[in-house]
């Protein structure tokens, strides 16, 4: 029940459980560590990390970026047991009324290709995909450990 939900900012205790949900949600890949995703994202400015708690239990979680062009969205995640319930479309909400806030003009996001839900989901609340090509180049690889970085360089 999407009133019960509390949405609020991330503090460093739910660093534990919010990792473990993303890996639940099938999130994380090799090539992110989300533990550096997460401490990246708070060693920025403006930007919001926030989480969704039930029962004293988080159990959604949604990334908001602004980079003074485009709101992002990273990190969309609803536990399984709680899922179609609203809880997504009002993360979303949330995260729209901040970007709002800081007077942005528009959100964008990735959906991987193979994600059919999530492409559901969006269009469900709204979001129509645009006519563009995604491009990316990796500056870090995450999949080398911090530990064995030193050795490396
Ligand atoms: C995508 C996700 C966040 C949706 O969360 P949710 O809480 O289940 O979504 P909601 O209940 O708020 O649904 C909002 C709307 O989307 C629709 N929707 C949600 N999941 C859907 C699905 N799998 N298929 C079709 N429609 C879906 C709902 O029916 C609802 O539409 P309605 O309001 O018209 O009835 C959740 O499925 C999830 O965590 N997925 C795994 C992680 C992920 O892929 N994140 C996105 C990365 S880009």
Request: hydrophobic share 40%.
């Amino acid at each position: 029940m999407p009133h019960a939900i509390k949405i609020r900012d991330f503090t460093a205790r739910d660093e534990v459980a919010l990792i473990s949900l993303w890996n639940t949600c099938e999130l994380t890949r090799p090539w992110n560590d989300p533990a550096l995703d997460i401490h990246r994202k708070l060693s920025g400015q403006r930007d919001w990390l926030l989480v969704g708690m039930l029962d004293q239990k988080l159990i959604a979680s949604v990334m908001v970026g602004y980079d003074g062009h485009r709101g992002w969205i990273n990190y969309l995640a609803v536990h399984p047991i709680h899922r179609e319930s609203g809880i997504g479309r009002l993360l979303m909400s949330e995260a729209e009324s901040r970007l709002r806030g800081v007077r942005c003009p528009k959100i964008n996001l990735q959906v991987r290709r193979d994600n059919r839900e999530a492409t559901a989901f969006y269009e469900a609340i709204g979001f129509t995909q645009d006519d563009v090509v995604s491009f990316g180049k990796r500056l870090a690889d995450d999949s080398i450990k911090e530990n064995e970085r030193g050795s490396q360089s």
